[in-house]
């Protein structure tokens, strides 16, 4: 889904959106090191499971600092490098044609190398990290434009097929329009939007709306056409 976010020519949009450099690797974890320095990657690496199927190992996420350390991952998964953002990442809600976005606390950004080996992290875009009402830097808490949200989630729509779905957006430290997708979600959990209930059932009625717009359109035209119209040939 993020090879999708890759290929976006977003024009006017206040912002350029692209995604981490990454590496999907599947093989022997003794193969690692060799593949991630044939892709260019750049340490630190932040690893996360290519399975995602709602248990707590499919969450569970890891931060490689160096090239040795590689090999006590546990493939398959997929090997990002990490961007510096402020410790903060932008939770967007695309519900139909609404946009909802939260703050949440995110990893500290990495200045230099703080340490060997591979360090676990949790769920860093759990509910109970909500950032919205900590007192942060104007330039880190911030919310996207909401221009780019809206040409983001417009091509997203169109090229993934999905109506819901969310997306974690992190914007990288000392580059205000430059923004990186991390992770894509369909159908996500969204009792983290604040005011949910309504979101979702304007979705469904808008749903239920369309829907009932296409039967009439569908039944005039088959009422009003004589090729489909047995009575208009006898």
Known sequence: MLQVVAKLKLRGCRGHVDIPKQLVVTGDSAMIPGVVAKAGLKLPLVAKPLIADGTAQSHAMFLAFDELCLTSLSPPLVLQEFVNHGGVLFKVYVVGDSIRVVRRFSLPDIHKQ?????????????????????????????????????????????????????????????????????????????????????????????????????????????????????????
């Not at 007192?135 to 040409?151: F, N, R, S, Y």
């Open 114 to 234: 703080v340490g060997n080996g591979v360090i676990a992290f949790p769920r860093v875009s759990s509910a109970s990290a909500s950032a919205d009402d900590a007192d942060l830097d104007p330039e880190i808490a911030e919310l996207p434009p909401c221009e780019l949200l809206e040409c983001l989630s417009k091509e997203l729509r169109r090229r993934l097929g999905l109506r819901i779905f969310n997306l974690d957006l992190i914007r990288e430290r000392g580059a205000d329009d430059r923004y990186f997708i991390i992770d894509i979600n369909y159908f996500p959990g969204l009792g983290k939007i604040p005011g949910y209930e309504y979101v979702f059932t304007d979705f469904l009625l808008n749903l239920a709306q369309s829907k009932a717009e296409r039967s009439c359109s569908t039944l005039s035209h088959n009422v009003e056409d004589p090729i489909t119209d047995p009575l208009k040939d006898k």
